[in-house]
């Protein structure tokens, strides 16, 4: 079975950081594209951060500079370095997997692309 495995939310002041890690199965191989998605109260789901396996790597505009996008296709392992976090990143946090490279990115009509998600871990940002 397909799995993706979030770990590494939590509780931060504004300015703090947070790694966050993501586990699959070996289903997941190094040629999917895979990402980070996040949905915050009220909103719909966005993606902030994605990485193919031709080695592209996109962000929202909102997280470029701040956080930073890796895989290590050993392992099977994806994560999310999160840096000077602000209020405004607090969100659920969703590790997600598809069929790449083509199509990787994180605009809207790219989500279809991602077939596999995990459950979420949870970011919350205070001032």
């Known amino acids: 079975a397909v799995q993706l495995v979030e770990s590494g939310g939590g509780s931060v002041q504004s300015g703090g950081s947070l790694r966050l890690t993501c586990r699959t199965s070996?289903?997941?191989?190094?040629?999917?594209?895979m990402g980070w998605f996040r949905q915050k109260p009220g909103e719909e789901r966005e993606g902030v951060a994605v990485?193919?396996?031709?080695?592209?790597?996109e962000y929202t505009q909102a997280v470029k500079g701040r956080f930073t996008i890796s895989r290590d296709p050993r392992t099977s392992t994806l994560y999310l370095e999160m840096t000077d976090l602000k209020p405004e990143d607090t969100a659920m946090y969703y590790c997600?997997?598809?069929?790449?490279?083509?199509?990787?990115?994180?605009?809207?009509?790219?989500?279809?692309?991602?077939?596999?998600w995990g459950q979420g871990t949870q970011v919350t940002v205070s001032s």
């Open positions: 997600v997997a598809g069929p790449g490279p083509n199509r990787c990115s994180v605009r809207p009509s790219a989500t279809d692309l991602f077939l596999y």
């Open positions: 070996a289903y997941i191989t190094d040629t999917y594209c």
């Open positions: 990485i193919s396996s031709a080695a592209f790597i």
